[in-house]
């Protein structure tokens, strides 16, 4: 079991920017992708960014050039700097860890908020 804590959040104006933190933990040997999805109001969970051990990372076309993903090397935190936020960014962001023998794990989610 892998369990995600995600940090971060919180209201922000439009322009500005925000960094969102996950906490990996438990077996954390297994993970060989992170990432953040989001889920605005009324809306489908989408994906943000992605990260993958040895892998590509990926980025939705919506937040190309404003967003960035990072992660360490010991499989224990990802990172989403947001710069540049727009209202449409609004939702609450989750953390999303996948491992071996098909685990697939959540975080609790935090929420974002980009409004003057």
């Known amino acids: 079991q892998v369990q995600l804590v995600e940090s971060g959040g919180g209201l922000v104006q439009p322009g500005g920017s925000l960094r969102l933190s996950c906490a990996a933990s438990?077996?954390?040997?297994?993970?060989?992708?992170m990432g953040w999805y989001r889920q605005a109001p009324g809306a489908q969970r989408e994906l943000v960014a992605t990260v993958t051990w040895g892998g590509p990372t990926n980025i939705a076309d919506s937040v190309k050039g404003r967003f960035t993903i990072s992660r360490n090397n010991a499989k224990t935190a990802v990172e989403l700097q947001m710069n540049s936020l727009k209202p449409e960014d609004t939702a609450v962001y989750y953390c999303?860890?996948?491992?071996?023998?098909?685990?697939?794990?959540w975080g609790q989610g935090t929420q974002v908020t980009v409004s003057s």
């Open positions: 999303r860890a996948l491992g071996d023998g098909g685990g697939d794990y």
């Open positions: 438990g077996s954390i040997f297994s993970i060989y992708t």
